[in-house]
């Protein structure tokens, strides 16, 4: 690299690194928003309606987001340019018409007519069939059954709550509790506009697709009849445990899980429940969801937002993984460990290990806990993924203990570190499942039968091994200096055996080759697997071979359902980041690495961060995305770090500065 292409790239890490270090919060930890959607606007609205706390000018704020994220057609999706999708679009027209908006404003009839056109209601996923039921637009009998005796069944027979991953498992017994209930609200109107012609479009039952499903159909008729005449005191045991159960899982800060899903429908199902606006858990959880909402003015956070006042869920927040990955990229810039930032963060990460035993401790009884989770407040679900990524964080600080041992404060944290990590190692050691690999909250949670179950139309409902994490764990397990353990060979065995046959991995929680291939290699390799290995020259092919022409690297959330879109999509700083990552742990000194560093600096905005509209995050594949808003920043300070620590052999050219926005 010659001294000023050098001199390009360091002057843009740097102001990289300066913004993000700028970002962090006075208490230690970071934070970016965590944006999805408009059905958790669209939800929130209907929720406030039910429980009858609905206020008018909040509404109002709430609509205005909903309103600024419609698109031309008509039409609401489920991330930045994907198509327009009908349940969504059903709830935030729903939404729109108890805020006031009339059903023959234009906007309103884009909507309905590509509702009408996509088959109507009739069409729409379960769980839009259980909020309209709610409101008695659908017949409590055409929702798939959900008895609330399933909290009855052990943990060792089928299609218990624990076969469920961890925020299926929490919708699922709320739901149940609701379902016993068949509540009904009156509205004002109807939506009689959104529904097709008989016969025209008309609902189908779900198709059975193998001999499974139509057992499971079949059990679900069975149990609709069981719905509708009970036994009376199983049912009221039922009940009672559900609402314990419900009860005994909400978290510090009012929510339950710290997502969206199972906190919306715990507190309608506790309200049937006989429990009262200002009981404790109505009040903490009503109060909590105030604290999950971004109150915004004419788009000061730059995510199309109306001008004027706006408001917006937050299905989830992320402050523990945005910290410890903000920490590692830091790092990765040469920041110092010592420096009091990343002092300070690592304070606040050893005062958020979880200590408590949760859902996972009822496959794991002996295993004693650790680790972390990924929000603020979360006893219940710790999570193999954040706590890998923590340790790794922390590791480095505990690698310097004799330089933080300047004060009183920093010899308390470096006593700390050890104990956080070694339960952290123990608990992640001890959640790997018998596959080899680790999910993200359960071990061997991987019963697919919950797949079919008519109920469960939307998103993934197990938790299954999966890439990334799995690479995350032998990551960690190798910087502790553990690469040639069991854990580790076992991890890296499972990496192998489960890559794609075009030499990508899948990514789970994140989009999505691009994803799973940018955290694998650098799993692999830092548990000593040579980049000569055919698996990592697979890998870099692939990620060769998918480089944009600009450059960059960028896949569409849409690869989940249609394979033509797999490595494919406008480029973004957070996956050409990835891709970044991948090569340069392969050791490649190749033009591809110098076109994504490139990119990356041509693209740089003024004040050292990227523009990221897209979504590159992955709650559920195929239904559910999210644009971590820190993404855009954290992993391109790591890939120009880790690029220019190699002494890549990069090219940046003259025409780089001029080509920089601003």
Not at 531 to 542: D, F, I, L, T
Request: overall charge negative; charged content about 25%.
């Amino acid at each position: 690299m010659t001294p000023d292409a050098r001199s390009e790239a360091e002057g843009a890490l740097e102001l990289a690194r300066e913004h993000l270090l700028s970002l962090q919060d006075g208490r230690g930890w970071w934070r970016g928003e965590l944006q999805t959607n408009v059905t958790m606007d669209a939800e929130d609205i209907l929720l406030r309606e039910f429980l009858g706390v609905r206020d008018g000018a909040a509404t109002e704020r709430s609509a205005a987001w909903i309103r600024s994220q419609q698109r031309a057609d008509g039409t609401w999706a489920n991330f930045h340019g994907g198509p327009g999708e009908l349940s969504s679009t059903i709830e935030a027209y729903w939404a729109l018409r108890l805020a006031g908006d009339r059903s023959d404003a234009e906007h309103m009839r884009r909507a309905a007519e590509f509702v009408r056109a996509q088959g109507g209601i009739e069409r729409a996923r379960a769980f839009t069939h259980l909020w309209l039921a709610l409101f008695g637009l659908w017949s409590w009998d055409r929702v798939p059954a959900l008895p609330p005796e399933v909290v009855l069944l052990g943990p060792r027979v089928p299609l218990n709550v624990y076969d469920f991953a961890c925020w299926a498992r929490q919708t699922i017994v709320a739901l149940s509790l609701v379902k016993a209930h068949r509540p009904t609200r009156t509205l004002p109107f109807d939506l009689d506009e959104l529904r097709c012609a008989p016969g025209a479009g008309a609902h189908e039952p779900r198709r059975a697709v193998s001999r499974r499903a139509r057992w499971l159909i079949l059990l679900d008729r069975v149990l609709r009849i069981y719905e509708a005449h009970p036994v009376a005191p199983l049912r009221r045991l039922a009940m009672a445990r559900a609402e314990r159960w419900i009860v005994r899982r909400q978290e510090a800060d009012g929510s339950w899980g710290g997502i969206q899903p199972p906190w919306v429908y715990s507190l309608i199902a506790l309200r049937l429940s006989g429990y009262a606006l200002e009981h404790p858990v109505m009040r903490r959880g009503l109060d909590g969801l105030e604290r999950f909402m971004i109150e915004d003015r004419d788009d000061a956070h730059g995510v199309g937002a109306p001008r004027g006042e706006s408001r917006r869920l937050e299905a989830c927040q992320s402050p523990v993984w945005d910290t410890a990955l903000a920490m590692l990229a830091l790092g990765d810039a040469g920041v110092s460990p010592e420096h009091p930032a990343l002092v300070r963060a690592a304070s606040w990460l050893l005062g958020e290990e979880v200590r408590e035993r949760g859902d996972w401790s009822v496959v794991r009884r002996a295993l004693e806990p650790g680790g972390w989770a990924f929000e603020f407040a979360n006893v219940n679900y710790p999570d193999i993924d954040d706590t890998a990524e923590v340790v790794l964080a922390l590791s480095r600080l505990a690698e310097r203990r004799e330089a933080l041992a300047g004060g009183d404060g920093a010899r308390a944290l470096g006593r700390g570190l050890d104990g956080a990590i070694g339960r952290a190692l123990r608990w992640v050691e001890g959640m790997q499942s018998s596959d080899g690999g680790w999910g993200a909250f359960d071990a061997d949670n991987t019963r697919s039968l919950v797949r079919e179950l008519p109920f469960l139309d939307f998103g993934e409902v197990i938790d299954e091994s999966s890439a990334d994490v799995t690479a995350h764990a032998v990551e960690m397990l190798a910087a502790l200096g553990l690469a040639d353990g069991e854990a580790a060979r076992r991890g890296v065995a499972w990496l192998i055996e489960h890559q794609e046959p075009d030499g990508s991995w899948y990514g789970r929680w994140g989009v999505n080759h691009v994803y799973g291939t940018g955290a694998t290699v650098p799993g692999l390799i830092a548990a000593g697997v040579s980049p000569a290995h055919e698996s990592v020259r697979r890998a870099v092919s692939w990620l060769e071979r998918h480089q944009n022409d600009d450059g960059g690297w960028g896949e569409d959330p849409r690869s989940y359902d249609d394979p033509s879109w797999i490595g494919r999509g406008p480029s973004t700083a957070s996956q050409t980041a990835w891709a970044l990552l991948a090569l340069d742990a392969a050791g490649e000194r190749s033009p591809a690495i110098a076109r994504g560093v490139r990119w990356l600096l041509a693209g740089q905005r003024p004040d050292g961060g990227w523009d990221e509209p897209q979504y590159t995050g992955t709650g559920f594949p195929g239904d559910y995305y999210i644009n971590y808003h820190l993404y855009r920043l954290t992993f391109p300070v790591m890939a120009l770090g880790r690029c220019l620590a190699a002494a890549a052999d990069l090219q940046p050219d003259a025409a780089v500065a001029s080509e920089r926005q601003g």
